[in-house]
Nanobody, 127 residues
Framework: QLVESGGGLVQPGGSLRLSCAAS?????????IGWFRQVPGKEREGIAC????????YYKDSVKGRFTILRDNSKNLVYLQMDSLKPEDTAVYYC?????????????????????WGQGTQVTVSS
């Protein structure tokens, strides 16, 4: 079970940090973790995915340079630091997990169908 938190309303140019936590017994650093987002009427898209060794990270072009995916293994958390937010970043954000020895983080993001999903957290960027 994955649980996202940290969403909310923020002005354009602002920042938010989303957190993805796992239920007891699920060790996040053993899995590939990705962040995905979806707006009504559009397909879910993968925006940032990291492999289990943190050596391979993929970012969708639309967020590259503004968003950062990072782990805190001491807390069993994965974050999505979002800076320079734009109105088009408004969406429901989900974290997802994949087994370690499967597809690459890029493929995980591009296929946007991880094995496990959270329930999502709403991010709204508006003045």
């Amino acid at each position: 079970q994955l649980v996202e938190s940290g969403g909310g309303l923020v002005q354009p140019g602002g920042s938010l940090r989303l957190s993805c936590a796992a239920s007891s017994g699920f060790t996040m650093d053993l899995y590939k973790i990705g962040w995905f987002r979806q707006v009504p009427g559009k397909e879910r898209e993968g925006i940032a995915c990291i492999n289990h060794g943190d050596l391979d990270i993929y970012y969708k072009d639309s967020v590259k340079g503004r968003f950062t995916i990072l782990r805190d293994n001491s807390k069993n958390l994965v974050y999505l630091q979002m800076d320079s937010l734009k109105p088009e970043d408004t969406a429901v954000y989900y974290c997802g997990a994949d087994p370690p020895l499967t597809r690459s983080p890029q493929m995980m993001c591009q296929e946007a169908n991880p094995l496990r999903w959270g329930q999502g957290t709403q991010v709204t960027v508006s003045s």
